[in-house]
């Protein structure tokens, strides 16, 4: 009892060393160019893995609003970088050094300049506080005093030790999330976006999934998105009370050529942000008749992916357990780094299949209303487009099972390296990782087969969402509509970063454009042999990424549908 007595006191006097070591770390300021040197290989690391996107279509578009909102961050002794991973779990992250990330997933979820801003500006204020490097530093700081503990009892008071370790950065990182959300509204603002972008984020994120369980809570690095959505809408930046506020963020909307939105903020009536719901058009049998298919096939697939959800969400869990019940067992630690990396490639190919899922009804929903149109070329589109809808579905149905099977290995994995009752040794223990690794490419190999079938069906999707899109900017800047047409040739030129020709069509004129500014060719030269292929196919045909002209051609038809719904009001 004595020796366990000295222990404690000795752990008590490391861990006030611990805080006051931590004290004067903090009121120094680690050099930046430590920073930097510890940010470049998190950033390698993270590129290495997850791939990026370096499509200027998308990448200028991210780093002019990063750029922006960075700028007003109050520190300016670093290089904010801004990069997209090709992930495709909706996330962004900041490393060291001011390395800013956003996912393709994240991406595919945004729906306005305001949206992404706000998610920049969080980050950006992650890099301000010095968030990344605190935690490295407290960790730093606690694994070097906890070394110091000796005695008896020294294992057990290192092992709960670590355990407080684990749970006491959780609630810091949580709490660091909190301060971000704070101060990347103001970065927002201050640089002419709508704090508004913020909480219409984070409702989708909260409608779109379950509220997290206690222990999920528990061991997760952020707050839930239905407590970040309520601190959001209370912050007043977003309730817009003050008309001086209010002016602010509306002359922010004029500059980006959105007048629109610009005077609903100062009448203080509505959302600009608000998507306008488009009235549902009675369609034929054959379109109905497709939609009930599609639908249908959707519907059994989502229910389909119910075992791989359960199966990758408790693995998740188990995952972040790894920090608590870590092992010195270097044939511990590699298998712990594979069943990770295999963990996050299973969230990956299950965020890509759901999101084929929840968007094959809606794009069919859009192409079927324009089944029975006088234009032939548009009605031929329309179909052309619902056919690839119902091919990507088929495409999908081979991806459920596979990875199902896929998380449900990588979950035993994760639940054996988690058991801390045994400790095998000698040739039983290398039966045993044996076995693991085995599971491991097993589950690899069913990952393989689920995600080759979710990108073939993301890609059909692509071609299909293209279609619709022409279809909506044709509708939404008809040729005989000067002020429409000048509206959108506006805000096309500023989001692609250039002015394009603007005759004819409107959607297959932003299809060439997105794919000169994508291709990095002259305007004239990225017809060259196209002769009557429609554009969407001729993006494709000609070395274009259809994913990331839908992207864009979606971006600019929620400016146009929004400034269309603002007119209409005044």
Same mark, same amino acid.
């Given at each position: 009892?004595?020796?366990?007595?000295?222990?404690?006191?000795?752990?008590?006097?490391?861990?006030?060393?611990?805080?006051?070591?931590?004290?004067?770390?903090?009121?120094?300021?680690?050099?930046?160019?430590?920073?930097?040197?510890?940010?470049?290989?998190?950033?390698?690391?993270?590129?290495?893995?997850?791939?990026?996107?370096?499509?200027?279509?998308?990448?200028?578009?991210?780093?002019?609003?990063?750029?922006?909102?960075?700028?007003?961050?109050?520190?300016?002794?670093?290089?904010?970088?801004?990069?997209?991973?090709?992930?495709?779990?909706?996330?962004?992250?900041?490393?060291?050094?001011?390395?800013?990330?956003?996912?393709?997933?994240?991406?595919?979820?945004?729906?306005?300049?305001?949206?992404?801003?706000?998610?920049?500006?969080?980050?950006?204020?992650?890099?301000?506080?010095?968030?990344?490097?605190?935690?490295?530093?407290?960790?730093?700081?606690?694994?070097?005093?906890?070394?110091?503990?000796?005695?008896?009892?020294?294992?057990?008071?290192?092992?709960?030790?670590?355990?407080?370790?684990?749970?006491?950065?959780?609630?810091?990182?949580?709490?660091?999330?909190?301060?971000?959300?704070?101060?990347?509204?103001?970065?927002?603002?201050?640089?002419?976006?709508?704090?508004?972008?913020?909480?219409?984020?984070?409702?989708?994120?909260?409608?779109?999934?379950?509220?997290?369980?206690?222990?999920?809570?528990?061991?997760?690095?952020?707050?839930?998105?239905?407590?970040?959505?309520?601190?959001?809408?209370?912050?007043?930046?977003?309730?817009?009370?003050?008309?001086?506020?209010?002016?602010?963020?509306?002359?922010?909307?004029?500059?980006?050529?959105?007048?629109?939105?610009?005077?609903?903020?100062?009448?203080?009536?509505?959302?600009?942000?608000?998507?306008?719901?488009?009235?549902?058009?009675?369609?034929?049998?054959?379109?109905?008749?497709?939609?009930?298919?599609?639908?249908?096939?959707?519907?059994?697939?989502?229910?389909?992916?119910?075992?791989?959800?359960?199966?990758?969400?408790?693995?998740?869990?188990?995952?972040?357990?790894?920090?608590?019940?870590?092992?010195?067992?270097?044939?511990?630690?590699?298998?712990?780094?594979?069943?990770?990396?295999?963990?996050?490639?299973?969230?990956?190919?299950?965020?890509?299949?759901?999101?084929?899922?929840?968007?094959?009804?809606?794009?069919?929903?859009?192409?079927?209303?324009?089944?029975?149109?006088?234009?032939?070329?548009?009605?031929?589109?329309?179909?052309?487009?619902?056919?690839?809808?119902?091919?990507?579905?088929?495409?999908?149905?081979?991806?459920?099972?596979?990875?199902?099977?896929?998380?449900?290995?990588?979950?035993?994995?994760?639940?054996?390296?988690?058991?801390?009752?045994?400790?095998?040794?000698?040739?039983?223990?290398?039966?045993?990782?044996?076995?693991?690794?085995?599971?491991?490419?097993?589950?690899?190999?069913? =990952? +393989?087969?689920? $995600? *080759? /079938?979710?990108? @073939? &069906?993301?890609?059909?999707?692509?071609? #299909? %969402?293209?279609?619709?899109?022409?279809?909506?900017?044709?509708? =939404? +800047?008809?040729? $005989? *509509? /000067?002020?429409? @047409? &000048?509206?959108?040739?506006?805000?096309? #030129? %500023?989001?692609?970063?250039?002015?394009?020709?603007?005759?004819?069509? +409107?959607?297959?004129?932003?299809?060439?454009?997105?794919?000169?500014?994508?291709?990095?060719?002259?305007?004239?030269?990225?017809?060259?042999?196209?002769?009557?292929?429609?554009?969407?196919?001729?993006?494709?045909?000609?070395?274009?990424?259809?994913?990331?002209?839908?992207?864009?051609?979606?971006?600019?038809?929620?400016?146009?549908?929004?400034?269309?719904?603002?007119?209409?009001?005044?």
């Amino acid at each position: 009892m004595a020796a366990c007595l000295r222990s404690l006191r000795r752990l008590l006097l490391v861990l006030l060393f611990a805080l006051c070591f931590v004290s004067i770390v903090h009121a120094e300021r680690l050099d930046t160019t430590l920073e930097k040197l510890l940010g470049k290989p998190v950033a390698w690391g993270l590129k290495e893995t997850s791939g990026v996107d370096t499509d200027p279509l998308l990448l200028a578009w991210v780093r002019q609003i990063g750029g922006k909102v960075s700028a007003r961050a109050p520190r300016q002794d670093i290089k904010y970088t801004f990069s997209i991973l090709g992930s495709d779990v909706a996330n962004a992250l900041a490393a060291p050094g001011g390395y800013i990330f956003v996912t393709r997933g994240l991406i595919d979820t945004i729906e306005s300049d305001d949206e992404l801003a706000a998610i920049l500006a969080h980050e950006s204020a992650h890099v301000s506080k010095r968030h990344a490097i605190q935690q490295i530093g407290e960790n730093a700081a606690f694994l070097i005093l906890l070394n110091q503990v000796k005695g008896r009892h020294a294992g057990d008071i290192k092992t709960a030790a670590q355990v407080y370790n684990v749970l006491r950065t959780l609630q810091r990182s949580r709490s660091m999330e909190a301060q971000a959300d704070e101060n990347g509204l103001i970065y927002a603002y201050e640089a002419g976006y709508d704090p508004g972008g913020l909480p219409r984020f984070f409702e989708r994120l909260a409608a779109g999934g379950r509220e997290p369980g206690r222990l999920e809570q528990y061991f997760a690095t952020h707050p839930s998105p239905r407590n970040r959505l309520q601190k959001a809408q209370a912050d007043p930046l977003v309730r817009r009370d003050d008309p001086k506020l209010r002016e602010t963020i509306a002359a922010g909307y004029e500059s980006r050529g959105l007048p629109g939105a610009a005077a609903q903020v100062r009448r203080g009536s509505g959302d600009p942000l608000e998507v306008p719901v488009r009235p549902f058009s009675r369609l034929s049998e054959p379109a109905a008749a497709g939609r009930r298919s599609v639908s249908q096939r959707v519907d059994d697939q989502v229910r389909g992916l119910t075992s791989a959800y359960r199966a990758q969400r408790f693995g998740g869990q188990l995952q972040q357990l790894l920090l608590v019940n870590s092992q010195l067992d270097y044939r511990w630690l590699y298998v712990a780094l594979r069943a990770y990396a295999v963990q996050m490639e299973t969230e990956n190919v299950y965020a890509r299949t759901l999101r084929v899922l929840r968007t094959a009804t809606p794009t069919y929903d859009a192409l079927a209303a324009h089944a029975d149109v006088p234009d032939p070329a548009l009605s031929a589109s329309s179909l052309r487009g619902r056919d690839e809808v119902q091919r990507a579905v088929e495409r999908i149905s081979a991806a459920p099972g596979p990875l199902a099977r896929a998380s449900q290995a990588a979950l035993a994995v994760l639940a054996d390296l988690n058991n801390p009752l045994y400790h095998l040794r000698g040739a039983t223990a290398w039966v045993r990782y044996g076995t693991l690794e085995g599971l491991l490419r097993y589950a690899e190999s069913e =990952l +393989a087969r689920a $995600d *080759d /079938a979710s990108a @073939r &069906a993301w890609r059909l999707l692509a071609m #299909a %969402r293209i279609r619709r899109y022409e279809a909506l900017l044709n509708m =939404l +800047a008809p040729e $005989d *509509d /000067a002020a429409r @047409r &000048a509206r959108w040739a506006d805000l096309l #030129a %500023r989001r692609l970063g250039g002015r394009f020709p603007t005759t004819g069509p +409107a959607g297959a004129a932003t299809v060439q454009a997105a794919l000169s500014v994508q291709l990095t060719r002259p305007i004239e030269l990225v017809g060259a042999g196209r002769e009557d292929t429609p554009w969407a196919d001729w993006a494709l045909r000609s070395g274009g990424i259809p994913e990331n002209i839908a992207t864009a051609m979606r971006l600019l038809a929620l400016d146009m549908e929004r400034e269309t719904a603002a007119e209409d009001k005044r």
